[in-house]
Structures are given as C-alpha cells and as structure tokens.
C-alpha cells in the first residue's frame, strides 16, 4: 500500500515568507507526528496530533509554527515569517495507534530553504 | 529530561567486518526501545525495536538488546555488506512523551566497502 507521502519534496523561499508543507498519512492511521531534522542531527519532535486534534505541540520552536489536521488524515505544517535558522528537512510519520512501542511509519521529508 | 546517545560516526568498514554502534539512553520510567535506518536518498525505516528489558530486537541480520543495567541497545551485525551503508538513528519512546513520539540520536553514518 501508499506510505506516507509529503509535499513539496523541496522548497525555497525567502526569508520572511509563508511556507506550508503537506503529510499524507498512510490511510487509517490515527496518530501523525512532526519533526524536524537538522543537518548532522536526528530527528526532533515538532507536534502530535491524535486524529484532529494537536494533542501535543510542546516541540514547537515559536508561534510561527502551527499545523492543522482537520478531517483526522492530511496535515499541513505553517511557518509564518520564515528564518534562515528554520532551514532543514521536515519530517511526518504516522502510527495506527499512538502506543508505546508501536512503529512510526515516516514520510520522505521536504527540504526547506530559506535563503 | 530524556535523551539518547550515539557512537559518532562515520564509521568505515570492509565488507564482511563485524559492527557495533553503541546507543545509550537517559528515561524516566520504561522506555521502548529502537533502531531506524535512513539509507542514502530514502525515507527512515525501522529496523529493529525492543519494548522491554532483556529484549532482543532482530532483523537483516543485525541485533539489539535492551540492556535496563547499563541504559544500552548497541547495533550489532555480524558481516556487514556494501548495502548496509547508511546512517543509523537510535530512538526511544517514553511513557508520557508527547503521543510516544520519538527522541532521537545523533545518528552513525555507516560506510562499507568491498
């Protein structure tokens, strides 16, 4: 079947710009995940949503960041007022339960550059 | 607060040669264990996983084991091949982390030759 799918692959835009990047869950399943993964770094947690909503954003850097899930399956990811700092590759995986132990399926990412 | 730690690559090997990347962890409580794998131009895939003490994680002929004593899951392969080449993340999930999201390494860059 489809895996998690993310658009676009890669984006460049100026600094100050609004970007949106978009997950497509693998279907049915409940919990979606964000992160973001500098160069030379893992990944490290953005926000967590359990069908529609944010169940947890903790990961979030500022209130530039925010994501949407409205319908429980496609998410998008916006940054407001983009910096050079926020250049790196957003990742977002999905899980059919949020459960300790239980796989995380991971998209291919989207490269952000914000030059 | 929870975290984990990596052997820093890269590591450079010949085909054949025996692997070891060691992987420690810091978390409150019991944490799941695992290994992902990002091979060059793909997407991360889980490799191995371990949800409990004394566990062993398996697959493509690496190995695991959570070892609660010392807070370790070191990677372990017996013969690595050419195709083995990729970075390697270790990652735990902890009770009362975010959903169980997962914190990650660093990342150990693997590079076999033939």
């Known amino acids: 079947g489809a895996g998690v799918s993310q658009t676009p692959s890669n984006k460049v835009t100026e600094k100050g710009k609004y970007v949106e990047l978009r997950c497509d869950p693998i279907?049915?399943?409940?919990?979606l995940y964000w992160y973001r993964q500098s160069l030379g770094q893992g990944p490290e947690f953005l926000i967590y949503?359990?069908?529609?909503?944010?169940?947890?954003d903790s990961g979030l850097p500022n209130d530039r960041f925010f994501a949407v899930r409205p319908e429980g399956s496609v998410s998008t990811l916006k940054i407001q007022r983009t910096e050079r700092g926020d250049s790196a590759v957003y990742l977002c995986?999905?899980?059919?339960?949020?459960?300790?132990?239980?796989?995380?399926?991971f998209g291919p990412g989207t490269r952000l550059t914000v030059t | 607060g929870d975290s984990v730690t990596q052997m820093e690559g890269p590591v450079t090997l010949s085909e054949e040669a025996f692997l070891t990347i060691n992987c420690t962890y810091t978390?409150?409580?019991?944490?799941?264990l695992f290994w992902y794998v990002q091979y060059p131009g793909e997407g991360l895939q889980l490799l191995l996983k371990?949800?409990?003490?004394?566990d062993k994680g398996s697959n493509k002929g690496f190995e695991a084991t959570y070892r609660k004593e010392t807070t370790s899951f070191h990677l372990e392969k017996g013969s690595v091949q050419v195709s083995d080449s990729a970075v390697y993340f270790c990652?735990?999930?902890?009770?009362?982390?975010?959903?169980?999201?997962?914190?990650f390494g660093k990342g150990t860059t693997l590079s076999v030759s033939s």
């Open positions: 995986a999905s899980s059919p339960l949020a459960a300790l132990g239980s796989e995380q399926y």
């Open positions: 279907s049915g399943h409940t919990a």
């Open positions: 949503f359990q069908g529609t909503g944010a169940a947890d």
């Open positions: 978390a409150t409580g019991y944490p799941s």
């Open positions: 371990a949800t409990k003490a004394d």
């Open positions: 990652a735990l999930s902890a009770p009362g982390q975010a959903g169980t999201a997962l914190i």
